[in-house]
């Protein structure tokens, strides 16, 4: 799961509704600078009205079924849970609860990777908080819910306009019972590229003190200076630290000796050195056959003695097996995701999981009804999102050929598409495999899956092999993802790079060794903060600090779009992505108790300028708004 989006990214960043949108626009601030809740919503349904939103583009809202959302007993105590072993008995108590269960116990990924591998990431806080509550309540057995990190904090603020910590706040409310589990990229936090060390210290105890309770750790390299800090942070912070390693290659293939058994068994013994309290296996393409997850958790347990948390897709179809296997090695938690939103390039499915060992005694801790009656609700909100969907319909096992993690498959493809390779999908992923090779073998995950794909998108759009770059290096211009990683700026793989390769790449560049952060200036966050008040003329908030941090210029637009649009995350999502249908009315709770009725009656032709007027009724009074039409 990935490489987010960063096509996409780049390709709506340049559109519809961030700044440049507001900058060709003018005309839209003919509305007075403050503008009434809601006008802004009116005006945020008028533009998707008129023109869509982006990536769906202009195109009439579908009849979705009504929610199959389960009935549960709001007034009843809440089942306890993970989440008050690790508050009643601390770090160390959670880890020695979790080595004394008996059965295997579940990570939910429904609310993060499961999405993010699916729907491009694109689950909004109002579907997951609408199922938030009964979800807590009747799967109080999960080990945790995974919600946060990897590329949801990234797309909250850039495509839904969300707040990625109004988020975690609000689910945290819901769902008190559970550990929140968040994916880290180590020294890339969640962004794509190294931060320097205090902003790691700061971003993991604001995440902490936000609701995470476990973190995963990872570098796209494994190369473990590119963890410690984050771990370290973790742990001041009073929080679970799982520190991952990343799983490449096939341990059973004796020509694929890079990554062998023995590989995995030395870097778990280091990050069990490093203070890990949990070692996650993180097999982000879904390469881990079943036999081979038997032998390396076997292997595991043996040589460390933390609890073992595997993590993979499905994108081969052989997910249950893997798992399977994997239990009868005694792991200790394995991810999945509830049926509806699982298998493909997702996790595999909690129920199915369940029931391929049932009788067996070794089926995992989980309600199953309540997993399939919350499946309903998932099969229905899927619906909303069919526009984000990555098109693999079936199982892939040609991901064992080209090693590449479940999300970046369909974003390489639109990336193909963009730069005119469209027709030659087949030789882009052949080249993949071919540049990974090139590089090394080395570990493909975010950020490193990203460096991977540019290269062979480049290669294959040159007509390039790898002849061809060690005879005609010295006058290529490589892309800027390729240089940097060979400079060392996102770490180093086991063995280096190789010598004459990163010459060549590199051309008169100097490349180090140490860790990136090393080389960076600390982000001074008083200045900042005052910077900021300027900026925003309102008080700011750590969160603040965080945002702005990790994605500058996201994080402007997203303030401007918040000003301009106000708060569109109370909004249902098929009037978020599609709008009203002529006559519709919806009900938009705007605050606890506050509730804004809108109903479109109708839209004017567009003017000469291009101008439609939309008419609404506000809580039935008539208002208008005046919306540019781009197509
Ligand atoms: C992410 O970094 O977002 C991932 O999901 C990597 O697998
Ligand atoms: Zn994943």
Redesign the pocket.
């Known amino acids: 799961?990935?490489l987010?989006n960063v096509v996409q990214h780049e390709h709506f960043l340049n559109g519809e509704y961030n700044t440049s949108f507001i900058d060709d626009t003018p005309e839209l601030f003919v509305f007075p600078r403050r503008k009434d809740r809601g006008t802004k919503m009116l005006t945020f349904i008028g533009e998707t009205i008129v023109n869509g939103y982006p990536g769906l583009e202009q195109q009439k809202k579908p009849i979705f079924s009504a929610l199959r959302k389960p009935e549960v007993d709001e007034d009843a105590p809440m089942p306890s849970g993970s989440k008050q072993v690790l508050d009643e008995r601390g770090t160390d108590g959670l880890v020695k609860w979790l080595k004394d269960q008996e059965r295997t116990l579940l990570t939910d990924t429904t609310f993060r990777?499961a999405h993010?591998s699916l729907l491009a990431t694109r689950v909004r806080s109002h579907d997951l908080l609408n199922i938030a509550e009964p979800t807590a309540r009747m799967l109080p057995d999960l080990f945790s819910t995974e919600m946060w990190g990897?590329?949801t904090y990234d797309v909250a603020m850039r495509f839904l306009h969300e707040d990625p910590w109004e988020r975690l706040l609000n689910l945290r409310e819901k769902m008190p019972n559970v550990l929140f589990q968040m994916?880290l990229?180590g020294a890339n936090a969640v962004g794509y590229k190294n931060y320097p060390d205090n902003v790691i210290e700061e971003f993991v105890k604001t995440s902490a003190s936000a609701g995470i309770d476990v973190f995963r750790v990872f570098d796209s390299l494994n190369w473990l200076p590119g963890m410690t800090k984050a771990i370290e942070a973790v742990r001041n912070s009073g929080k679970l630290a799982e520190a991952a390693i990343c799983y490449t290659g096939d341990i059973l293939d004796p020509n694929r000796e890079k990554y062998n058994l023995n590989y995995y068994k030395e870097l778990a013994k280091t990050l069990e050195a490093e203070g890990a309290h949990i070692l996650g296996i993180?097999d982000?393409a879904g390469l881990l056959k079943p036999e081979a997850a038997y032998q390396l958790v076997n292997e595991l347990k043996e040589t460390i003695d933390l609890p073992v948390h595997l993590h993979m897709h499905d994108t081969s179809g052989n997910g249950v097996f893997t798992y399977a296997r994997a239990i009868d090695a005694g792991v200790d938690v394995v991810d999945t995701a509830i049926s509806a939103m699982a298998g493909s390039t997702s996790q595999p499915s909690m129920e199915s999981l369940y029931y391929a060992l049932k009788g067996t005694g070794k089926e995992p801790a989980l309600n199953v009804e309540a997993a399939s009656k919350l499946s309903g609700y998932w099969e229905d909100v899927r619906a909303y999102y069919q526009g984000f969907e990555s098109g693999l319909i079936a199982p892939h096992p040609e991901i064992y050929e080209h090693e590449m993690?479940g999300?970046q498959y369909s974003n390489l493809q639109q990336q193909a598409k963009a730069v005119g390779l469209k027709g030659q999908w087949d030789d882009v992923k052949d080249m993949y495999a071919r540049v990974n090779t090139l590089f090394g073998d080395i570990v493909k995950?975010?950020p490193s899956s990203k460096v991977v794909g540019d290269m062979a998108l480049y290669m294959v759009k040159n007509d390039l092999t790898e002849a061809d770059i060690f005879e005609q290096g010295n006058s290529l211009d490589f892309p800027e993802s390729v240089v940097e990683m060979f400079q060392g700026e996102i770490g180093q793989p086991p063995g280096g790079f190789p010598p004459e390769l990163q010459r060549i790449i590199l051309k008169n560049r100097e490349a180090y060794t140490d860790r990136p952060g090393k080389h960076m200036e600390p982000v001074d966050f008083e200045d900042l903060k005052t910077k900021l008040f300027t900026e925003l003329d309102r008080q700011v908030t750590s969160h603040d600090l965080m945002n702005h941090t990790m994605y500058p210029k996201v994080y402007e637009e997203y303030e401007q779009f918040r000003n301009y649009f106000g708060d569109v995350s109370v909004l249902d999502t098929p009037t978020f992505f599609y709008g009203l249908r002529l006559g519709e009315e919806i009900e938009v709770e705007i605050e606890p108790g506050k509730t804004l009725i809108v109903k479109l009656i109708s839209i004017s032709k567009p003017s000469d300028a291009g101008d439609r007027i939309v008419y609404f009724e506000l809580n039935g009074q008539p208002r208008e708004v005046i919306i540019k039409d781009r197509s």
Do not use: H, I, S, Y
């Open positions: 799961a990935f987010e990777d993010q990897g590329a994916l990229r993180k982000m993690p999300g995950v975010t």
